[in-house]
C-alpha cells in the first residue's frame, strides 16, 4: 500500500482510495469522538489499543452530558437532544473491534511492503434518530446494546512511515502558540476546524503547536501529546 492510500468503513463498507477522502476533510464533516493510533511491528497489533477504545467511550459520555452538538449531526440545530444513556464497555467495545475488523484485513493486504505501519482513526458519532427510537433503557446487557446502537461507528486506515528514533532532524520542532481546548478532556473531531485558525500562526520549519492558558503550563499538541525529551551534550567548541 502506499503512504497515499487509504481506506474508510462507513456504515457497513469499505470505501478505498479513491472514494474516501482525505482524513483532515472527513474529521471536519462528521462530528464526534475519535481517537488515533497506529500499527505496531509489522502490522501486528495495534499500540494502546485499549486505552484508545477507553478513551473513545469516555469522550462519547462526557460530550453527550456536556455539549451533545459536537457529538450528534443535527439536521436542527435547535433541535433540543437528551444525553446518551450511560453504557458499559462490554457492547461498546464489541461494537468498535466489529468495524475495525471489517477494514484492517483488507488495509493489510494492500500495504506497500511487508515493514510498512498503518494509521488507525476511529470516530463515533451520534445517532439522533436512532436514539430517539431506543426508548426507556435499564441499564441491562440487552439495553447496553440498544444503547450502542445509537452510535456510528467510522474507522479510517492510511499508511504510515515510522521516523527513526535519535536520527537528528527528525525530532519534533515545538512552539507555543494558543489557549486550551473547550471540553478538553474528551476528544472530538470539531477539533480539527477550530485549529486551523491556530496553524496560521506555526512558525517557519515548527513541526508541532503546544496550547498553554499561562504561557507557563503546557496543557497538550495540537496534534501529538506524547514527546521525548534528550538532552544535547555539547562537547565544545
Known sequence: MSTSSRFLFSNGVVLHSSDAPPITTFLESHPGAYTTTRTHNNASCLLFWERHVKRLAESIRILS????????????????????????????????????????????????????????????????????????VDYDDDDDGRVCQALDVYVYVGGYVVPAFGVRGNGARLAMVGRGRDVANAKYSDWVRLRKPLEKLRPFAVTELLLSNDGDQILEGCVTNFFVVCRKVFTGY
Do not use: W, Y
Open 65 to 136: 452530558n456536556s455539549t451533545p452538538q459536537l457529538l450528534f449531526k443535527q439536521n436542527n440545530s435547535s433541535m433540543i437532544m437528551h444525553s446518551l444513556p450511560q453504557f458499559t464497555m462490554g457492547p461498546f467495545r464489541a461494537l468498535v473491534n466489529d468495524s475495525m475488523s471489517k477494514v484492517l484485513p483488507i488495509a493489510m493486504k494492500e500495504r506497500r511492503s511487508e515493514g510498512e505501519e498503518l494509521s488507525v482513526t476511529t470516530l463515533v458519532s451520534g445517532n439522533i434518530e436512532r436514539l430517539s427510537g431506543i426508548g426507556n
